[in-house]
């Protein structure tokens, strides 16, 4: 239930103070029982220091218990206590790192003087929801106020710029950093090597790897991933052994990164030994994204009854990332018996899925079973679900244009259209036969 913002500036009574409850209910909170805490603090109205208030909610932060903060909020209302600028700051981190950004908002526009932690609980909290838009947006407008960004800042900007791809803004927040001389860690500099391959700049991604001066499995990882990002599988294996010659061990993400680059290049024996060295050298239990990378490699290679042994076999496979590889390896090559079992366990798993749907269909009609492709439509139609609609943008001039199927509203659309269909006969004798344009 969101927190109703009417009752923001209706405190209810004025706060009575009961000796010695500040020293119980820390106690409390310091023993692990929060929930006890608040039901004492809330039952009867009283009030207590801000210092009290700040390890409750501080403790609400580290248990990301959202329900006790709530009440622990509603409470200062009720009693009339108005949070300083530091309680407001829990509060705003509060919210924000449970993604209610409309009541995190609405706290961050009542503080007349925001500080860099109340700016930077804002923009972790819209880049952490996917809204990096509006997180870049943030940033610009408190560097706007004179304040110098910290290295907490440039991880969410870094990731921001990621996420949208946006190059050319994730260098010049990169050439603020370098300018303010503001000290980096491992967080921040995994966040930039991310953010240069992410924006497809290899070269740049590798030169932040490089210059990191602490380096962790995390940054490891960052690396790795980027280079199988691109498909350079041969980068990803040359990192991977260097960082275990440098000592680091890899985890679970680490091996997420190695086996799909495995599957990408098709290589059979390098992505089952690193697969076997998981749990038989690292204690690493494999998980979802190993097993569906496994049955992936296996599939493109054709060796569809291994790939099924690999899923029957191991457990914890009652996954539709999993079944969805061997469905999908089924179909290119030709092998409807194990199609039409595969396609029976896939149909049950994730059933909210309309991505899915999608996919099953189209692996009947590949071999012509159109009833059974008309079936899952018809299902799909029954249940009111739509597959979403695939979304793409680049960023031109420092501005980031998003397209989606079937929206038409951008600004430019009707030049768009044109040049596309300009450049239609070239993407034909390229050998690309496009779809029909709608307008």
Not at 54 to 68: G, H, P, R, S, Y
Not at 175 to 189: C, D, E, L, Q, S
Not at 240 to 267: D, H, I, Q, W
Request: glycine share 8%; net charge positive; proline share 3%.
């Amino acid at each position: 239930m969101p927190f109703s913002l009417s009752c923001l500036a209706r405190p209810l009574r004025v706060c009575r103070r009961v000796p010695g409850l500040d020293e119980i209910l820390r106690g409390r909170c310091i023993s692990g029982k929060l929930a006890e805490a608040v039901g004492i603090l809330c039952c009867g109205g009283w009030g207590v220091d801000p210092q009290t208030y700040a390890v409750l909610l501080q403790e609400c932060i580290n248990l990301k218990d959202l329900f006790q903060g709530r009440r622990i909020h509603a409470q200062m209302i009720t009693v009339g206590f108005s949070p300083d600028q530091y309680l407001m700051n829990k509060l705003i981190i509060l919210y924000a790192k449970h993604g209610d950004l409309t009541t995190s908002h609405y706290l961050f526009d009542k503080i007349h003087e925001r500080s860099l932690i109340s700016w930077n609980a804002m923009i972790s909290g819209y880049v952490q929801k996917r809204l990096e838009q509006e997180g870049l947006s943030l940033y610009y407008q408190m560097r706007g106020s004179g304040l110098e960004p910290d290295q907490f800042t440039f991880a969410s900007v870094f990731r921001a710029c990621a996420g949208l791809a946006t190059l050319e803004q994730g260098k010049r927040a990169h050439a603020v950093m370098i300018k303010v001389r503001n000290r980096t860690n491992v967080v921040v500099n995994s966040a930039l090597v991310d953010m240069y391959f992410k924006c497809s700049s290899p070269l740049d991604g590798r030169l932040a790897f490089d210059k990191s001066l602490e380096k962790n499995v995390i940054t490891w990882t960052t690396l790795i991933s980027g280079y199988g990002h691109h498909g350079r599988v041969e980068e990803v294996l040359r990192f991977f052994e260097k960082m275990l010659e440098e000592g680091c061990r890899p985890n679970y993400v680490t091996f997420v990164a190695v086996l799909s680059a495995c599957s990408y290049g098709g290589l059979i024996d390098e992505g089952k030994r690193y697969f076997s060295s998981m749990t038989s050298e690292y204690n690493i239990k494999p998980g979802v994204e190993h097993i569906a990378s496994m049955v992936d490699l296996l599939g493109r290679a054709g060796r569809l009854v291994e790939a099924y042994e690999v899923v029957k076999r191991l457990p914890s496979c009652d996954h539709s990332q999993i079944w969805g590889a061997l469905l999908g390896a089924c179909r290119v090559h030709g092998n409807i018996d194990l199609l039409r079992i595969t396609a029976k366990k896939f149909f049950k798993l994730d059933t909210e899925n309309a991505g899915k749907y999608v996919v099953l269909s189209n692996a009947y009609a590949s071999f012509g079973l159109w009833d059974s492709a008309s079936e899952v439509r018809e299902m799909m139609k029954g249940m009111g679900m739509k597959k979403e609609p695939g979304c793409s943008w680049i960023e031109v001039q420092n501005k980031v244009h998003t397209f989606c199927v079937g929206d038409n509203s951008h600004e430019q659309i009707m030049q768009i259209y044109t040049i596309i269909k300009d450049l239609d006969p070239t993407m034909k004798d390229a050998g690309y036969v496009s779809e029909q344009l709608t307008q």
